[in-house]
């Protein structure tokens, strides 16, 4: 949601909080803000809008300071502003926060009956107030941090500068990440290591209800009260990893990695001489004979690839399925019967309504496993089982090779649970593995057809509506079409089951809607076909990819032609056919010049409900 930024040093730190930001922006961008310590006095520039304005401010009024915090904000409580965005501070204290306080409002109404002024409509002042009246108590910094705390309810992140301390920051994780990174003679704190790869690769997660005071020479971490150790890690962030490369955005960049991200996977998780999967996360934990239905949950992009992995577990593994979207999963009262396991999805690993789901399977006695791209996430930690989808950091909002390395996980996945439940021979399995081989050549081919998708993105930029349309696994993949369609071009997009047309939505066809169909050459084909016919009969103007036997099989009523050059397989179609729609949706969106990267009212991670 937000991303926090901290450094202690010798040396001035505003630059430092800046760059750190700035790799941070992914996680919320419509205000910033940086505090330091200037001659012990706690000063700010704060900016609605990018960071870059922030930036500008900072040029035209440097803050010097060897100590200070820094913020990028998604707004949950208050409005985009100056005024609302962090740090929040008074005359002794200035905190950003990422995460929400629940109990804002009573906490809020105490201080203001004891005579404290607020400044901002967020819920993050109320713990610049409250640290603020400990501190005129002559309670020190860290007896302060340690009365706050229990007063807090709900899931954050803190970093907390002192007035007058220029040799501290205040580090708190309760819920929402937070990493402490050591520097030669400094230290920092960051949201995620992203933000600190260009300082260290000397990294500490902070645990929950952890909190830690950083000085220039090191950290000491504390749990409820107690001095507690926290291990030291390298992480394997460089500069390189998560910079654009050659590339306009990192949507782009991250569309062209999903060859080699596939193909990695497919290395990591098939064995080398047999081409069998392998899960060593999995052998004697998740029992696949055992488990009678399967509760797959996740959020956007990852409940889609979700509902992909239903259709393959009940074809090929024959386990009932149930998918369901992380924030109604936790509060439906489903019924549940014994041997249920839950599957919950994620890149971040942090998104809370998936979260939450994976919690509430816990506490209903099921096992629980991860599917997840952060391997240091909250998810992972809290999960039984962890598998992990190795995709690299993904810094453009809308999800890609996140989305085609959970798919490629969960065929390979379907494909393990089919030979333990000896529902798959070796023989057809390894017919399915040797499908998903072929992926990463498709998917790099797909790469060379930028300039039909071009043309083909430039009529849709002109439409009110976009329809996408899919049958069987294509049906998923048509929401994710709509899904990264609208959320980048902000044009209206829907995606349904091609069937299901005849049943209402039809109403919404004229010769201004574009409507792409989703048609790989399988057993549903010809019925998909049908469906589109019925909506080229009506006007639609119809953009069909199909690869070249499903092209000479639709001869009327195609207005447009996007040509996969192979015949896919149910294995790996939802795969290949992802990349085509997520290129729609960018070069669209680019053509329209809106933030690719960032898209209006969006954020990476979602850790509110
Ligand atoms: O980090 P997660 O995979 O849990 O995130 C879930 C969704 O917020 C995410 O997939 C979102 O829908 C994307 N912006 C879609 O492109």
Not at 31 to 42: M, P, R
Not at 123 to 144: F, G, H, M
Request: aromatic share 6%; net charge neutral; hydrophobic share 40%.
């Amino acid at each position: 949601m937000c991303g926090i930024m901290g450094v202690v040093a010798k040396r001035p730190v505003s630059q430092l909080l800046l760059d750190g930001l700035k790799k941070l922006e992914y996680r919320g961008y419509d205000s910033a803000g940086v505090a330091t310590l200037v001659n012990g006095n706690i000063e700010r520039r704060r900016a609605e809008g990018k960071l870059e304005k922030l930036g500008d401010l900072i040029k035209e009024r440097p803050l010097p300071g060897t100590v200070g915090i820094g913020h990028t904000r998604w707004a949950t409580h208050g409005k985009p502003s100056e005024q609302n965005a962090h740090p929040h501070a008074t005359n002794l204290v200035a905190l950003v926060h990422n995460g929400i306080i629940e109990n804002y409002q009573e906490l809020k109404q105490e201080l203001e009956k004891e005579g404290y002024h607020f400044n901002s409509e967020t819920d993050t002042e109320t713990i610049a107030v409250l640290l603020t009246r400990s501190l005129e108590q002559q309670k020190t910094p860290e007896q302060a941090v340690a009365e706050a705390l229990p007063r807090l309810k709900g899931a954050f992140s803190l970093a907390i500068l002192f007035g007058h301390r220029d040799e501290m920051l205040i580090g708190v994780r309760r819920g929402s990440p937070l990493v402490v990174g050591y520097g030669q003679g400094e230290m920092y704190l960051g949201s995620d290591a992203i933000a600190l790869a260009s300082l260290t690769n000397k990294v500490t997660y902070l645990e929950d209800d952890d909190w830690v005071v950083l000085t220039p020479k090191g950290a000491q971490f504390y749990n409820r009260g107690k001095l507690v150790s926290r291990v030291v890690k390298q992480t394997a962030f460089s500069g390189e990893l998560i910079g654009k490369g050659e590339f306009r955005h990192y949507m782009l960049k991250e569309i062209h990695e999903q060859p080699s991200v596939v193909g990695n996977l497919l290395k990591h998780y098939l064995q080398p001489q047999t081409r069998l999967p392998h899960f060593p996360s999995l052998a004697g934990q998740v029992d696949w004979n055992k488990i009678q239905r399967l509760n797959i949950v996740g959020c956007g992009t990852a409940y889609l690839s979700g509902m992909v992995a239903k259709y393959w577990f009940e074809k090929y593994a024959k386990i009932a399925c149930n998918v369901d979207i992380g924030s109604e999963f936790r509060y439906r009262e489903g019924c549940f019967i014994a041997g249920e396991a839950t599957l919950g999805i994620s890149q971040s690993g942090e998104t809370i309504d998936t979260l939450g789901a994976i919690r509430y399977a816990k506490q209903q006695g099921q096992q629980t496993i991860s599917l997840i791209n952060v391997p240091e996430s909250a998810m992972a930690r809290e999960s039984d089982v962890v598998v992990t989808t190795m995709a690299g950091p993904e810094i453009g909002v809308a999800s890609t090779k996140a989305f085609t390395a959970q798919l490629t996980v969960l065929a390979c996945l379907v494909i393990d649970a089919a030979l333990k439940r000896h529902q798959l021979d070796v023989k057809t399995a390894q017919q399915l593995t040797a499908e998903l081989l072929e992926t990463p050549a498709i998917l790099a081919q797909l790469l060379g057809k930028q300039d039909m998708i071009h043309k083909i993105a430039e009529k849709m930029t002109q439409a009110k509506d976009v329809l996408f349309l899919g049958r069987g696994v294509s049906y998923p993949l048509a929401l994710e079409g709509a899904l990264k369609f609208k959320e980048l071009t902000y044009i209206h997009a829907e995606g349904y089951a091609a069937g299901e047309m005849k049943h209402g939505p039809i109403a919404l066809i004229d010769d201004k809607v574009p409507v792409v169909v989703i048609a790989p050459n399988d057993y549903l084909l010809d019925k998909t076909l049908n469906n589109m016919e019925v909506v080229a009969a009506r006007g639609g103007q119809v953009i069909l990819i199909s690869d070249r036997q499903g092209h000479e099989r639709a001869k009327v009523g195609v207005h447009h032609r996007l040509e996969i050059p192979v015949n896919t397989h149910l294995i790996n179609s939802p795969i290949i056919y992802a990349l085509p729609m997520q290129m729609l949706a960018y070069q669209a969106a680019w053509l329209k010049g809106n933030d690719v990267d960032q898209p209006r009212n969006l954020a990476k991670s979602v850790t509110v409900e």
